[in-house]
């Protein structure tokens, strides 16, 4: 486990999400990632990143 992005693993989240959602709608999801910066500007890009995977994430999770 890489702690990869959703778009950059090999974890087919298309079909993971929505499976999770139904098995427990009210879930809360974690996402766990790394950051090697130590400049503001990359702190702050990194975590618009994942908040973007995390929307990403939720969107798939309310498809059927």
Not at 4 to 29: R, Y
Not at 37 to 55: G, I, K, Q, T, W
């Amino acid at each position: 486990d890489d702690h990869a992005s959703p778009e950059q693993g090999n974890i087919p989240w298309e079909k993971v999400m929505p499976s999770l959602k139904k098995a427990n709608p009210d879930c809360l999801l974690t996402l766990e990632t790394h950051c090697r910066y130590s400049e503001p500007e990359l702190l702050v890009s990194f975590a618009r990143h994942n908040l973007a995977c995390l929307d990403y994430l939720e969107k798939i999770a309310n498809m059927e």
